[in-house]
């Protein structure tokens, strides 16, 4: 049995990652993470302070150990560039209405490597659409390394349909330190159905688990 929480309780972003990654990259990874993760779902975030909601969501087990993240927060879709754009102030401000518009982008999904398999992605998913659906929202987005096989299983079988590829910057663990390298990202997209209120459900904190999310450089 799993619960959805938005406290962090006593989890160690260490019980996250594969034991095979160096010490070093590995504090290094964690505190990327951290702060990728105050940077979308605080007080501090460009969505809180745009008045736009946002949301960070882990799962915790029977245990009270957090096994899973999930996060929702705004960009800007360019649908004529295919890519997405910062929320900021200037960009909502000069906002081409006739092909960008703020979408719901889901982020950060992560279960820890002893968890998965076990529902909790899909679990996520689905409570984290209904969050979206209660925003008022009727359409979610996310982007995915193209390389990373299984996470794009999983969002097909959950109903995300690719809509484009794009280029972008991925994190790579090296074999000194971590590094960024070029990289392309799939675009998903799923219509939900229904989609009124608009509630907006703040969950600030901060977690990490996300060995899934990094490529190995060789």
Known sequence: MYSTTSSLSQFSPQQSVQNDI?????????NLELMDLRKRYTKASPASMLKFPYSLMLA??????IVGTLGLDF????????????LT???????ETDYEEPVVV??????????????????LLKEREGVVQTWGYNSIFLLVDSQNINAQKLYKKCGYKAVFEGEGTCVAIGAVGLRTQECVNVCYK???RGGKGSGAIEMPNFGEM?????????
């Open 190 to 192: 799923k219509v939900l």
């Open 60 to 65: 915790e087990d029977d245990n009270g150990e």
């Open 75 to 86: 960009q800007i879709l360019d649908k004529k560039e295919n890519k997405f754009k910062k």
């Open 210 to 218: 996300f060995s899934g999310l990094f490529r190995r450089s060789s």
């Open 89 to 95: 102030s200037s960009s909502i401000s000069f906002l």
């Open 106 to 123: 889901l982020s950060n999904l992560a279960v820890r490597p002893d968890k998965r398999k076990l529902g909790i992605g899909r679990m």
């Open 22 to 30: 160096p010490k070093g990259q590995l504090k290094e990874l964690v």
